[in-house]
């Protein structure tokens, strides 16, 4: 008979109950000691690292921002009164000794200033200051001269000798224009009325269906009108510079007279230029327009403009009228382009 076999009793596992009460009796102790140690830590790097503030000087008569830094400085409580002394007893600036007084015989009269701008003599502009070889050469041509003594006058004060007047002819000064700009050696063109789109517009002008002879006893009319021409420009011309066989006719009495040519291509289709070139005339072309719009800015742009093109093509030429912002702008521009070496010529010498 087979005796039963005795259970084993099983080990029950000790409990952690111990473990878990004695951490949650330190942690207290644990968080306490870490605070701690951040707190000296932080203590000890802002003891080290801070530095006593420079007392800042006590400004005078410098407006109201001084103002409000005295209004500061008297509310700080940590300014010891010995740095305050020495602040307000520290000069701002040094007061200069009074001039020593000039006796009567050696002081000069002061020269009196007057509001106008210096007038500049109208002599042939060269290469600017001298130096080397233009970087560009640009020739200016004013338009639309005789009906305007007192703005002549002031352009002929204002602008170099190299700028070249166009005259209108039959104008009610246009002779005296003329005159007046040829003693005081400045270049005049005569600024020839010819035929526009609009044949209403036309009035002792050139217009297309002219012959030969009338050409020439028109042209004979108009430099009647304007002594001491040089050469010829269009005024208006939209519809006759684009008859090769009108311009052909004028290039004729042109050539016969020993005069130049200049194409103010007023019309993108005109053959002005090109006959002029195929009759043996000396001539040129305009390259921009200054003053189409007549506001400063816009014109500054437009000589600055020119300027670039007399660069990059060695040689051009610009249009503007007589008008007070064109004036005005060209007597600043043009000193300031011939500092950067671009030379003013006569139109005289710009064509071919």
């Given amino acids: ?35 701690l140690a951040v707190f000296v830590v932080w203590r000890t790097a802002s003891v080290l690292l801070s530095s006593p ?43 200069e000794p009074p001039a020593k007084p000039v006796p009567e015989t050696e002081k000069k009269p002061e020269p009196a200033v007057s509001s106008q701008p210096v007038p500049q003599k109208p002599v042939p502009v060269t290469a600017a200051r001298g130096q080397g070889k233009a970087a560009g050469r640009v020739s200016i041509v004013i338009d639309d001269v005789g009906s305007n003594m007192e703005l002549l006058k002031e352009a002929l004060r204002v602008l170099p000798g190299s700028v070249t007047f166009a005259v209108i002819p039959f104008q009610p000064y246009s002779r005296e224009s003329a005159e007046l700009l040829h003693a005081e050696g400045f270049g005049v063109i005569l600024h020839s009325p010819m035929q526009a789109e609009d044949p209403a517009k036309c009035r002792d002008c050139i217009s297309v269906g002219m012959t030969r002879r009338q050409v020439a006893g028109t042209l004979d009319l108009q430099f009647a009108s304007v002594p001491h021409a040089e050469g010829l420009n269009n005024h208006t011309g939209s519809r006759a510079t684009k008859d090769p066989v009108l311009m052909s006719y004028v290039m004729d009495e042109l050539r016969r007279r020993k005069l130049f040519f200049l194409d103010s291509r007023t019309t993108p289709l005109t053959e002005a230029f090109a006959v002029s070139k195929k009759s043996g005339v000396r001539s040129a072309e305009r390259k921009v327009f200054l003053d189409d719009e007549s506001i400063e800015s816009g014109i500054l742009l437009k000589m600055d403009e020119l300027a670039l093109a007399g660069m990059n093509e060695k040689k051009a030429v610009g249009i503007g009228h007589l008008r007070p912002a064109t004036i005005k702008v060209l007597s600043k521009r043009i000193p300031y382009w011939q500092g950067r070496e671009i030379e003013f010529i006569p139109l ?5």
Avoid: W
């Fill in 348 to 352: 005289r010498e710009a064509v071919e």
């Fill in 53 to 95: 503030e420079p007392p800042r000087p006590v400004l005078e008569n410098v407006g109201d921002s001084g103002r409000e830094i005295r209004k500061n400085e008297e509310k700080k409580p940590d300014m010891e009164p010995s740095r305050k002394a020495k602040a307000a007893e520290k000069p701002v600036k040094k007061e």
């Fill in 1 to 35: 008979m087979a005796v039963p076999e005795k259970k084993r009793p099983q080990r029950k596992p000790a409990p952690r109950r111990m473990k878990k009460s004695s951490l949650k009796k330190k942690l207290p102790m644990l968080t306490i000691a870490g605070l």
